[in-house]
Structure formats: structure tokens, C-alpha cells
């Protein structure tokens, strides 16, 4: 054999181990697009019904938002309408009631008196060198 064949040989050689890295190479990217492939479908097939459920449940929230800003509407509407009538009631009766109770306790007072011996002032009592008002005396019983 010359230099020629034998180098004819090696290149032969190199080229065939070279080809077959690449088939392996390429078999095993086969493989993983095929992965890949099943992996999206998948992933499709699950994220439907998921994005589904989503936005029902979005759908649901904004009905009850849309719920809750009514009757928070409602709720302002009476707290107005509350106020209104306790300004127009103040303003009507207030001064009504409040002569009414003061009449009330003058009459109480009057009846009150009228019963009790008609003494002078009350007298005063001295504890401890000080003079304490009849008011303050805590009754003995």
C-alpha cells in the first residue's frame, strides 16, 4: 500500500465516524423536537380549559363587584336621606323638646321643695379645719 491509499483509508475512516456523530446527533435532536412537540400539545390542551375557568371567573367577579358598588350606592342614598331627616328633625323638635325638659325639671324641682321645711341656707360642717358644704356631707344611714 502507498502513502496515498493508506491516507485515502484514514480520510474514509474519519468521514464514516464523522457521519455517524452527525446521525447520532441528529436522532437524538428527532428525539427531543418529538418531546418538544408532545410537551406543547400538552400544554395547549390544558391551558384552554384553564383560560376558560379564568375568565368565568373573571366574568363572575365583575358581576359581583358590579353588585357591590350598587348596594354601596344604596347604602350612601340612606346615610343622605338619614342625615336629612335628623337635621330637619333637630331643627324642628330640638327646641320644642328642650323647653319641654327644662319645664319638666322645674316642675320636679318646685314639687320637691314644696315638701321641705322652708330653712335657710344649708348649714356648714367643719372636718378637719375645713368647712365642707351641706351638699358634699355624706348622709349617715
Keep these: ?10 480520510v474514509a475512516v474519519f468521514w464514516a465516524i464523522l457521519v455517524s456523530f452527525l ?8 428525539q427531543t423536537l ?35 358598588d350598587a348596594i354601596a ?6 346615610t343622605s336621606n338619614a342625615s336629612a331627616l335628623s337635621t330637619t328633625v333637630a331643627s324642628t323638635f330640638g327646641g320644642s323638646l328642650v323647653k319641654v325638659a327644662a319645664f ?4 320636679r324641682q318646685a314639687l320637691g321643695r314644696r315638701g321641705a321645711p322652708a330653712a335657710g341656707p344649708a348649714p356648714r360642717r367643719t372636718v378637719a379645719g ?6 358634699r ?5
Design 1 to 10: 500500500m502507498t502513502g496515498g491509499e493508506v491516507a485515502g483509508i484514514l
Design 23 to 30: 446521525a447520532v446527533v441528529l436522532v437524538r435532536l428527532a
Design 34 to 68: 418529538k418531546a418538544a412537540t408532545r410537551l406543547v400539545a400538552d400544554v395547549t390542551e390544558q391551558a384552554v380549559p384553564l383560560l376558560a375557568d379564568a375568565s368565568a371567573t373573571v366574568r363572575s367577579a365583575q358581576t359581583q363587584l358590579d353588585r357591590v
Design 73 to 78: 350606592t344604596d347604602v350612601q342614598e340612606v
Design 104 to 107: 319638666g325639671y322645674g316642675v
Design 130 to 135: 375645713r368647712t365642707v358644704p351641706a351638699a
Design 137 to 141: 356631707r355624706r348622709k349617715k344611714g
